[in-house]
């Protein structure tokens, strides 16, 4: 195998490590949010479609941050990194919002579009402090 046939091999599998695992995440949350009306429980202070949505915007946040993963590894903490990760999140959130405005029985939630915001906020402070505490034990 030569040099070139190994390189494309090398991006294929870093893709399919860090890339691929956040655009599966995206379609699956596109999926899903094509399907007409589904009602969920209230409980308590928070509705279960809330913290869905904190949860699936939580592990997409940290997802998109792994797909921004460099070939070459570096041992800092890198603020254009959480910056772009959560700006992305952000923007899928909304972008799914105005998708279900166009799907029967669905609509446009300014609130569930926070609680997105808060799930890829929530991400990027576990991986600040999860990375924070790995490169102090080095």
């Known amino acids: 195998m030569n040099q070139e046939q190994n390189g494309k091999r090398n ?3 870093h893709f399919l490590m860090y890339q691929f ?19 969920l429980p209230k409980i308590n202070f928070i509705s279960v479609d809330k913290a869905g949505h904190i949860g699936v915007f939580f592990v997409l946040g940290i997802l998109v941050y792994r797909a921004f993963e460099p070939r070459i590894k ?14 992305i999140t952000i923007s899928y959130g909304i972008s799914d919002e105005i998708h279900q405005s166009f799907i029967p029985g669905r609509f446009l ?3 569930d579009m926070l609680a997105d915001g808060i799930g890829a906020l929530l991400a990027g402070i576990v991986v600040y402090l999860f ?8």
């Open 131 to 138: 990375l924070r505490r790995r490169l102090k034990l080095k």
């Open 74 to 87: 570096e041992s800092t903490l890198r603020f254009k990194r959480f910056l772009f990760s959560f700006l």
């Open 109 to 111: 939630d300014k609130y």
């Open 21 to 39: 695992p956040a655009f599966v995440w995206a379609g699956t949350i596109y999926i899903i949010s094509s399907i007409p009306k589904i009602t």
């Open 11 to 13: 991006r294929f599998s």
